[in-house]
């Protein structure tokens, strides 16, 4: 009976998900150039903005760590504001500002209420973080010091060993192997002079994207965009990040830490955000471990053996191919069983590709729930982020269901077979030694 | 002209209504409480039920089993098969997952918001017909350990956390873990899991929170549908372990290799809410929201005192914290939380935050301060409705611990009556000594 009435609502539920309009994107460019998305979102009086820039880690150049110090800096001050004086006054408004880095990108972002007694100080605030940074040298050793000190806890962290472990074995001297914390010795080495010369370069209105969403007129928008990057300098448009050449092959590293688990990761260059393979990889990635608990994976290793808590493989498109990592903690004494079974789950489904269900149920999830994705402000931004950083269709939002819909068992299954390799892959463990049986 | 630029710019903002959005609640005849929060802004809902059992309830021996009982939630019930549960779930685009606190267990779906009826199909079904399979449960110790192992065992900020907690707590409930200590998941039956699963999962004992796409009397319609004909059961009275009064300082060194870099933690034993009139006379509801104010003065964002005078001023803290939790079952801590710089020792810090402490007994925050955390929470209180998940979350929380869930109505208001005279006040009266347990995570002991 239960049968019956699910399958019956397989029917009728997917229906209006697909019927559903996305949110109307509208893009434009600011009197000095930088490209603007915008979503109106009238329901509740806020406002969120965020300036991307192409800032990101790959952008550190000998520096590790360079791009996330510069980022840390932009807020701690103005030129006429110390790092006290701006946050009392940001914080009197009630607004939060922030800032992030990544590999490819980096951002500084404002939540305000729209009431334009909160907005205006907000914003102009904001603004003066971004265009005029103090770089004081007392602000500089503080956030220098947090940045060391966060590099020596993650020296007992075998998830965080295991990461940087596996970036450094899958791009060798290509710039996503730069640990976006840094290194002790790079850290040691910054100034405040590279972090105002980072930020010279690459935080210019030529390198900017601007986000906005928000309870606001596309006028009010309009305005607000020309007025927060006026002051931005020009400057120039940040290098192409440079292709990434996959191993020729795989190694093996491990990294001793006493412990209980063994962190298992097995990695590869993976995908760029424009790649003609995205939609069969990505698909084909969720029957086999991005689909949660009903994912191969899971199955294999959680539900059948209770050999890990979580276990998971994704790709990471990025501007150059991004990590395609699957991994999974276990029981130090495990670890060979854990690594076999990974291995095998993965040969398997390069062999044989999804099965018609399986690739039918991955679709359904991802396009029954991509309303979940975008269902609030803060989801939007990211997504807009997403599509004007990589330079997506504006109608991306929309032609993603058809895009999924589209794959077949058979372009997963070439796809898989054409890029992913087990035998380039890195085999990354961190945990305690074990001696060979 | 940057001014000038900026004040013509926001002339085309819309404003709109600031009004709190609209909640109904009602019971159904078997005592299961049904929460409604209207959300229309995309067509789709979270749903969530509250149990209310979590570690807290649990027995010394038997810790875990809250926790463990939620994993196996997740396998065979009498109507569906392993896995079939989470199949469907998936199939329709949704996620789910459970969390297991001190204070209740939670389980959760987002999905479009027609699925509705489905989640209480599923939800109804294993409240009452979970079927507890001993080789399943096997295998799920296993993937336990290994949670613990992951989350506890090789983390060396969480095992000093436990360790503290434990030191911290005497006869109250929340010195346990809520994942159990390792020889209690060791020692762990399928029976205890039963006996359990037999005495808390009732409607009675649950709160189901809904908050989407939804009309209110269709989801009235609905829960009476799924859940209607569950039947009502006694679920026994928890026997009180209130906290021995505590009569002195305690103090401890945790050492661990694995702690690179030194911290400290300091707790303090205040009431929540929940003690407002029931377990101590002498609390005021006031008080509960001049510790709030006073944890905001403290560390409420970058312009309050700790990163103020401690982070940048004096420079004696690479990090400093102050957190209170005012909405937990049982009475519960104010803590604080720091990182030394290099160069600053422990005792330093423990003297620099106390110094905090002492400004605030002897002069009270002044206008200006208060003036921005009122302002900050009034937009805080609005960013907070972007999230269907957070405002289900508020709801369902404070309904399970036995506080109204009006409360977060009113919260705004509550802060905003604070005086600079009540803050100092609860400063004087929370904050002696010999009410706290202060921890030292060091790398190695001290020869």
């Known amino acids: 009976m239960n049968k019956v009435l699910c399958t019956a609502l397989v029917g009728w539920c997917l229906w209006p998900i697909l019927a559903w309009s996305a949110p109307r994107i509208e893009r434009w460019e600011t009197a000095n150039g930088v490209p603007v998305l915008f979503v109106a979102a009238p329901e509740i009086p806020m406002l969120k903005v965020r300036l991307v820039f192409a800032a990101g880690s790959a952008y550190d150049g000998a520096a590790p760590g ?160 020309d007025t927060l990057v006026a002051k931005l300098p020009r400057g120039a448009h940040a290098p192409a990040v440079p292709p990434v050449v996959v191993p020729a092959a795989g190694q093996s590293v491990h990294i001793d830490l006493p412990g209980e688990q063994s962190h298992l990761l097995l990695a590869q260059p993976g995908i760029t955000r424009s790649d003609p393979d995205y939609f069969p990889l990505v698909v084909g990635n969720h029957v086999l471990g991005g689909n949660g608990p009903v994912s191969l994976l899971f199955q294999e290793i959680r539900e059948r053996r209770g050999l890990s808590y979580s276990v998971d493989s994704h790709f990471e498109p990025l501007a150059a191919a991004g990590p395609f990592v699957i991994s999974l903690q276990t029981e130090a004494r495990r670890e060979r069983e854990a690594q076999q079974v990974m291995h095998e789950t993965l040969a398997a489904f390069l062999a044989e590709g999804p099965s018609e269900a399986a690739l039918l149920a991955a679709k359904h999830n ?19 982020t997403v599509i004007g950083f990589y330079r997506l269709p504006l109608d991306y939002l929309e032609a993603y269901p058809r895009a999924v819909e589209a794959v077949t068992v058979a372009q997963i299954r070439d796809a898989f077979q054409r890029r992913v390799r087990p035998d380039h892959m890195a085999q990354i463990t961190v945990g305690p030694h074990i001696a060979p049986p | 002209m940057f001014a000038r630029l900026i ?120 409240m009452r017909n979970l079927v507890l399979d001993p080789a399943e449960f096997a295998n799920e110790l296993k993937v336990i350990r290994e949670e613990r192992r992951l989350r506890t065992d090789d983390s060396p900020q969480a095992l000093a956390l436990e360790t503290l907690l434990a030191h911290t707590w005497q006869t109250s409930p929340y010195r346990q873990p809520v994942i159990g200590w390792a020889a209690d998941i060791e020692q762990m039956q399928l029976a205890d899991l039963s006996v359990w699963y037999q005495r808390y999962y009732a ?56 702690q690179r870099v030194p911290r400290l933690i300091m707790n303090y034993k205040v009431p929540g809410l929940t003690q407002v009139g029931r377990t101590k006379p002498g609390i005021e509801v006031w008080e509960i929201y001049a510790l709030e104010v006073l944890a905001a003065t403290l560390d409420g964002g970058a312009s309050a005192r700790f990163a103020r005078e401690l982070v940048r001023g004096s420079e004696i803290a690479l990090a400093a914290g102050a957190s209170y939790s005012s909405t937990s079952r049982l009475a519960d801590l104010f803590t604080f939380d720091g990182v030394p710089r290099d160069g600053v020792s422990l005792e330093q810090l423990e003297a620099a935050i106390k110094g905090q402490l002492a400004t605030l007994q002897k002069t009270p925050p002044t206008k200006d301060e208060l003036a921005r955390i009122k302002t900050g929470v009034v937009a805080e209180n609005i960013y907070q409705r972007d999230s269907l998940f957070s405002q289900a979350m508020i709801l369902g929380s404070l309904a399970v611990v036995g506080l109204d869930w009006h409360l977060k109505d009113q919260y705004v208001a509550q802060i905003q ?12 009266k929370y904050f002696a000594d010999d009410m706290a347990t202060v921890a030292y995570l060091v790398s190695e002991q001290a020869p």
């Not at chain 1, 729930?369 to 807009?384: A, H």
């Not at chain 2, 038997?62 to 065979?76: I, N, P, Q, Y």
């Not at chain 2, 929170?209 to 039947?231: E, H, N, T």
């Open chain 2, 7 to 126: 004040s013509l710019c926001l002339a085309g903002i819309t404003i709109t209504t600031t009004a709190a959005p609209l909640t109904q609640e009602f019971t159904l005849e078997n005592g299961l409480r049904v929460i409604v929060q209207e959300d229309h802004r995309a067509p789709v809902v979270v749903v969530q039920i509250w149990y209310k059992v979590g570690g807290s309830y649990e027995l010394d021996g038997a810790t875990g089993v809250s926790h463990a009982l939620e994993h196996m939630m997740f396998k065979r019930t009498k109507h569906f098969a392993t896995g079939e549960f989470s199949r469907r779930i998936a199939e329709l685009g949704g996620r789910e997952n459970a969390f297991t606190t001190a204070d209740y267990t939670t389980y959760f779906q987002q999905w479009a918001a027609s699925n509705v009826g489905l989640s209480f199909e599923l939800e109804a079904e294993r």
């Open chain 2, 417 to 428: 009556a604070i005086t600079p005279a009540q803050v100092q006040a609860v400063a004087r």
């Open chain 1, 366 to 384: 991802l396009i029954g729930g991509f309303p979940l994705r975008i269902d609030n402000n803060n989801k939007l931004t990211e997504y807009l």
């Open chain 1, 66 to 225: 360079l791009a996330s110090l510069t980022n840390g800096l932009l807020g701690e001050g103005t030129r006429t504001l110390t790092a006290d004086e701006f946050h009392r006054q940001m914080e009197a408004t009630g607004a939060q500002f922030g800032g992030g880095a990544l590999r490819d990108m980096a951002w500084v972002s404002l939540r305000t209420l729209t009431d334009p007694v909160y907005a205006e100080p907000a914003l102009k605030l904001a603004c003066a973080a971004l265009t005029q940074p103090r770089f004081a040298a007392e602000d500089f050793a503080r956030v220098r010091q947090q940045m060391r000190a966060g590099l020596l806890q993650e020296k007992s962290s075998p998830g965080a060993l295991g990461d940087k472990a596996m970036l450094h074995a899958i791009y060798g001297k290509h710039p996503y192997a730069n640990p976006s914390g840094g290194t002790e010795t790079s850290v040691a080495a910054f100034t405040p002079a590279a972090a105002a010369a980072f930020y010279q370069r690459y935080y210019v209105s030529n390198n900017a994207l601007l986000v906005m969403v928000g309870a606001l007129t596309r006028e009010a928008a309009t305005r607000i965009a």
């Open chain 2, 203 to 258: 409607p009675n004992n649950a709160i189901l929170v809904v908050v989407g796409d939804v009309v209110p009397s269709a989801i009235q319609a609905l829960s009476k549908q799924y859940f209607g004909a569950l039947p009502r059961q006694d679920v026994p009275l928890l026997k009180n372990r209130p906290e021995v009064p505590q009569t002195g300082l305690k103090r401890l060194t945790i050492a661990n290799s694995k």
